[in-house]
């Protein structure tokens, strides 16, 4: 199934203001990327276009300028069919993004696998400090019944005692 965006899906998606995604969109199909519109002119998105945008995106904030970002998003789009020696300084710029973007989203997994692992440590230690909660529970629970049990059977004594002295008491008397 196709999924159609709207604009204001697209800019959120991409963080950006919709007057903000019209000027990229402008960008782009100045440079002969074509977007999908209706009747009345208005542009609706697909998720090509989006995957377009996001690469525009990122290429712009990787340093490049948005007129650089839009010729080489419409050359990788077009399969970079022009002649070599227009694309050639584009494509070393564009190379030296990817090769930027591939080495941070390494540097990223890594960060992640390691969290991970920090979160797993973590996650262990909190289940052992809570097993170590429970038992120390359970065995003040019991020492505190024992005492209470205890304490019962001491005043059940002293009642039984004092009955006694009273019966005496009373015979004496």
């Not at 709207?6 to 203001?17: G, N, V």
């Not at 276009?49 to 050359?75: C, H, P, Q, Y």
Request: hydrophobic share 35%.
């Amino acid at each position: 199934m196709v999924k159609i965006y709207s604009p204001a899906e697209i800019s959120d998606a991409l963080q950006i203001k919709e007057s903000t995604l019209r000027k990229y969109c402008l960008l782009l199909e100045e440079r002969g990327y074509e977007f999908t519109k209706n009747a009345r002119g208005q542009r609706f998105y697909y998720d090509g276009d989006v995957i377009t945008l996001r690469k525009f995106v990122t290429l712009k904030d990787n340093g490049m300028t948005l007129e650089e970002s839009a010729e080489g998003v419409v050359l990788w789009h077009k399969g970079n069919d022009t002649e070599e020696t227009s694309i050639a300084p584009i494509n070393t710029d564009m190379q030296n993004v990817i090769e930027r973007y591939v080495s941070d989203m390494a540097e990223m997994k890594d960060m992640m696998h390691k969290q991970n692992e920090i979160i797993m440590k973590l996650s262990d230690k909190i289940d052992k400090q809570q097993e170590y909660i429970n038992n120390n529970l359970a065995e003040r629970d019991q020492k505190l019944m024992k005492v209470l049990e205890d304490n019962i059977e001491t005043q059940k004594q002293i009642a039984s005692e004092n009955e006694k002295k009273g019966f005496w008491k009373k015979l004496f008397k």
